[in-house]
């Protein structure tokens, strides 16, 4: 368990577990055939979100299947991304539901 300051002396309490699973974990994916890889992507399960530069943030999906998926369809990809936002946005989200 995590503290987490409160209003006044008051330290509440977060659980690690619900912490880390408000962690944002997505790919950054950049193809120029971006229409196309998300009409794949999202057939397999995956949340695939548009970003600028002919970029992708994929969800439900780890790199390595988006990337295998991709070379099965000949769709180029020119820039293939893990990124996890940082924990502490997480903690402030979650401390704000409170």
């Known amino acids: 368990m995590c503290a987490r300051p409160a209003r006044g002396n008051i ?8 912490l880390t699973q408000q962690v944002r974990r997505d790919v950054y994916v950049r193809s120029p055939r971006r229409s196309g890889l ?12 548009t970003e600028s530069g002919h970029g992708l943030s994929v969800t439900g999906m780890d790199p390595c299947t988006i990337a295998s ?14 990124r996890t936002a940082p ?3 997480a903690y402030l989200k979650t401390s704000q539901r409170r």
């Open 38 to 49: 998300t009409k794949v992507l999202t057939a397999m399960g995956a949340t695939v979100l």
């Open 11 to 18: 330290v509440g309490m977060i659980e690690v577990g619900e």
């Open 69 to 82: 998926t991709a070379a099965a369809h000949y769709i180029p990809i020119q820039q293939l991304t893990p």
């Open 87 to 89: 924990a502490q946005d």
